[in-house]
């Protein structure tokens, strides 16, 4: 019996413990290379940079995973539904080496302002899905878990920035506001270009 396409585009998420970050790092780390190779983004490095580097920007968050108050994040993953596992596709790291978790597909974080007078404000933070993975709807599934926990948990308020004229349309259609421009922003990987970068904010 062949899959239907509305059971191709669900995908189960899961919030990730530092015991799991320490598994899942190195796929998160590829799905990261991979936007930044493939896709020129403008995702914290500058060419050259290696897996060990790209690996730690996601393991850097495992303290924050388990702060209780201010301060803290909840990170998820996106992983493939079970009848789609055996045909996930292959993921290497920046050296061509094979990952493990080829299941997981996308990831987001959810970070609690760490100021008394802040505690009401979240912001969203490496909202990434494996380019070969995209129109799914994978990256809204993530945004629309990370906006009923925000609000769950108390945040009234929730902030971002993204590459301008890159996720801006995606973002507006959940109902983000566009709160101004910053020029310059960050370079692409290459070093040779400034991009802009988009301010946004949503009111939960």
Known sequence: MSTSQDEKKKVVLERVTPESLKLYAPRLAAILCRQITHQNRSINFLNPFSTSQAIEIFENASSSLTKSGA???????AKLPSSETDTALKSL???????????????VQ??????????HRTEVGKLIVDDRYERRGIARTLMDE???????????LCLLDTEAGYAEHFYSKLGWKLSGYVPGYA????????????FMYLEL
């Open 93 to 107: 790291d920046m050296d061509g080496k094979e990952t493990d978790h080829s299941e997981i597909v996308g990831t």
């Open 71 to 77: 301060g803290r994040k909840i990170m998820w993953v």
């Open 110 to 119: 959810l970070a609690f302002h760490f100021s008394p007078n802040g505690v």
């Open 187 to 198: 370079m692409t990987p290459d070093g040779k270009e400034k991009r802009d970068a988009a």
């Open 146 to 156: 990370l906006h009923r926990t925000a609000k769950e948990q108390g945040s009234t």
